[in-house]
């Protein structure tokens, strides 16, 4: 089993806000506290991995999700790569260049997170994973379809699992359990190009209608005993979030730009 944490949530709080995949981009943070804001009462946030790597504000970014999840937060691959200082593309937005930037106690708090979150609430049981690894603490895919994350974890006792990592939000229910994707407070993903292949997030071998590239996280409460899972979408100044990329001379610029304006990732191997 991976590192777990287990917490009693106080009784008193009456919605959950769940959210992942921020990747240090100040665009989606400052569009994600505004939906925040406009939740009333007693609420709690759970950040569900991936802070790190993307944008250029790695701190800016760890100070606010601190300051309101506290220990309801799970390391993303990203966050894991952070902390070993694993990849320094670029200072500005890179693994290595989040590390040397943050604050030796933001530093502490990242080392002691869980990978996974076991959480009671109001007699719920809800688990928290990225989903970059299994709860056996094999490799998860990024390009897993929902159905086949509804797979890895139907097993599960909890009556909610919460997942991030593939960057495409769903909802699905069964009969006494639900399994979710946050999806991303940056950019969600919707088709993969890799040569001459492509992958669609959503399982299905055309786009459909369904392409939207609002972000989204999940908003849990409890009606009448039962879990209410929703997932809430909110836009993100898109054009604003490039031109912060660029201001950084972002060597990705090209597959960032893809990822952001269109839900398409363009694997850089194939990027002219
Ligand atoms: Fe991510
Ligand atoms: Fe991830």
Redesign the pocket.
């Known amino acids: 089993m991976i590192k777990t944490a287990n917490y009693q949530l106080d009784e008193s709080i009456e919605t959950l806000l769940i959210a992942s ?1 921020l990747h240090s981009h100040i665009r989606g943070l400052q569009a994600f506290e505004r939906e925040y804001d406009k939740i009333s009462g007693s609420k709690q946030l759970i950040f569900n ?2 802070l790190f790597y993307g944008g250029p504000y790695p701190v800016e970014c760890a100070q606010w999700i601190i300051e309101r999840a506290g220990p309801y937060m799970t390391l ?3 966050d894991e790569g952070m902390l070993k200082q694993a990849d320094d593309i670029s200072d500005a937005y890179g693994e290595k260049g989040a590390f040397e930037r943050l604050s030796q106690p933001q530093r502490d708090h990242f080392s002691n997170l869980p990978l996974r979150l076991e959480l009671q609430w109001r007699g719920k049981k809800i688990v928290c994973q ?3 690894l299994l709860p056996d603490g094999s490799d998860g895919n ?1 390009m897993a379809t929902p159905m086949e994350q509804v797979q890895h974890y139907q097993h599960e006792k909890e009556d909610l699992v919460c997942l ?2 593939t960057h495409y939000p769903f909802i699905q229910k069964s009969v006494n359990k639900f399994i979710a994707n946050s999806g991303s407070l940056c950019m969600p993903f919707y088709k993969i190009i890799a040569g001459h292949q492509t992958h669609y997030q959503k399982g299905q071998a055309e786009w459909g209608e369904e392409v939207d590239l609002r972000c989204s996280f999940l908003i849990v409460c409890i009606e009448k005993n039962e879990l209410v899972v929703q997932l809430k979408r909110f836009d993100v100044d898109r054009e604003a979030m490039l031109e912060d990329l660029k201001d950084i001379e972002d060597p990705w610029i090209n597959v960032h730009r893809g990822c952001i304006k269109e839900g398409v990732v363009i694997m850089p191997e194939v990027v002219q």
């Open positions: 995949d991995g991936d993303g691959n990203h990225h989903g970059h990024w991030g990592h």
